[in-house]
Nanobody, 119 residues
Framework: QVQLVESGGGLVQAGGSLRLSCAAS????????MGWFRQAPGKDRDFVAG?????YYADSVKGRFTISRDNAKNTVYLQMNSLKPEDTAVYYC???????????????WGQGTQVTVSS
């Protein structure tokens, strides 16, 4: 069982930055692939970034977002720079034993954190 808690969301102007954190419970955090997903109102939950042995990014955030993890702290981060209004969404972190871009492949989810980017 893994419990995930996101933090770091908020309101920011276009061009600004935010860093999201996802703290995980459990002693086997390092063995899990982690993903960040986002969901805007009325839209599907979309892949943003992921990390296992490698890092992966959606084309829409490549070069602006960076995913990282600190296994000693059981935490995964999403550094978001050059934010755009279209990045506005609820951001979720997810964990599973296997890496995937598909949200349906992830067993464990956090509660989400709102990111709002004003123009």
């Amino acid at each position: 069982q893994v419990q995930l808690v996101e933090s770091g969301g908020g309101l920011v102007q276009a061009g600004g930055s935010l860093r999201l954190s996802c703290a995980a419970s459990g002693r086997t955090f390092s063995t899990y692939a982690m993903g960040w997903f986002r969901q805007a109102p009325g839209k599907d939950r979309d892949f943003v970034a992921g990390i296992s042995w490698n890092t992966y990014y959606a084309d829409s955030v490549k070069g602006r977002f960076t995913i990282s993890r600190d296994n000693a702290k059981n935490t995964v981060y999403l550094q978001m720079n050059s934010l755009k209004p279209e990045d506005t969404a609820v951001y979720y972190c997810a964990a599973d034993r296997r890496w995937s871009r598909q949200p349906t492949e992830y067993l464990y989810w956090g509660q989400g954190t709102q990111v709002t980017v004003s123009s």
